[in-house]
T-cell receptor, first 113, second 110 residues
C-alpha cells in the first residue's frame, strides 16, 4: 500500500510569512495526526482528526496555526504568521482507526528565518 | 510533569554489544507502549510495541514493561552500525494519541 504522502519536503520562509503543508493519508485510514518535532525533541501532537472531525487540538497554537481535513481524506496545516520558534519538522501520521498503530509520512522541514 | 521521559544522553556502544534504553511515563492507566527508531532526517519507524508486563522479543530487539514502576525499556542485542539512530519511547493515551519522549541517540562504533 502507498504510504502517507506529505509535501513539500522542505520550506524556508521569513518570519511573519504564512505557509501551508499538505498530507494525504493511507487510503482508508480514518484517523490523521499532525505532529511537530523540534530538533532534539520528540514529536508533539498538534491536532488529531477522526474522519473530518477534530478529536484533539489542545496543543495547537490556535492564534497562528490552523488545520482542516475536508472530506475526511487529505489534510492541510497552515501557519500564519510564522515565528522563528516554528522551525521544526511537521509530521503527518495516519492510522486505520483510533486503536491502531501509526504510519508516519516523511515530514516537512520548515525553517523560519 | 512530563508524560514520557527519556533522560539518558547519547549512548555509544561497540559493535556486537548490547544497547539498553530506558523510559518512564506518568499515567498509571496507560496500556500501550511503543519504541520508534528515527534515522537522522527521516520520520519515526515503529520497531516494537508492548502491552503486557514482562519481556517481548523480536529479533535482536527486546522490549520490557513494568507497569507498577511505570517503566519501559528497550534492549538491542548484537548492535550493528545500522542501529545507529535516535530511539523514541511512546505511550498511548486516550483517543489513540501517542505521547513521545525526547529520544535517545544510539551510536554503534564499528
Amino acid at each position: 500500500e502507498a504510504g502517507v504522502a506529505q509535501s513539500p519536503r522542505y520550506k524556508i520562509i521569513e518570519k511573519r510569512q504564512s505557509v501551508a503543508f499538505w498530507c494525504n493519508p493511507i487510503s482508508g485510514h480514518a484517523t490523521l495526526y499532525w505532529y511537530q518535532q523540534i530538533l532534539g525533541q520528540g514529536p508533539k501532537l498538534l491536532i488529531q482528526f477522526q474522519n473530518n472531525g477534530v478529536v484533539d487540538d489542545s496543543q495547537l497554537p490556535k492564534d497562528r496555526f490552523s488545520a482542516e481535513r475536508l472530506k475526511g481524506v487529505d489534510s492541510t496545516l497552515k501557519i500564519q504568521p510564522a515565528k522563528l520558534e516554528d522551525s521544526a519538522v511537521y509530521l503527518c501520521a495516519s492510522s486505520l482507526d483510533r486503536g491502531h498503530g501509526y504510519t508516519f509520512g516523511s515530514g516537512t522541514r520548515l525553517t523560519v528565518v | 510533569q512530563k508524560e514520557v521521559e527519556q533522560n539518558s544522553g547519547p549512548l555509544s556502544v561497540p559493535e556486537g554489544a548490547i544497547a539498553s534504553l530506558n523510559c518512564t511515563y506518568s499515567d498509571r492507566g496507560s496500556q500501550s507502549f511503543f519504541w520508534y527508531r528515527q534515522y537522522s532526517g527521516k520520520s519515526p519507524e515503529l520497531i516494537m510495541s508492548i502491552y503486557s508486563n514482562g519481556d517481548k522479543e523480536d529479533g535482536r530487539f527486546t522490549a520490557q514493561l513494568n507497569k507498577a514502576s511505570q517503566y519501559v525499556s528497550l534492549l538491542i542485542r548484537d548492535s550493528q552500525p545500522s542501529d545507529s539512530a535516535t530511539y523514541l519511547c511512546a505511550v498511548r493515551y486516550g483517543n489513540n494519541r501517542l505521547a513521545f519522549g525526547k529520544g535517545n541517540q544510539v551510536v554503534v562504533i564499528p
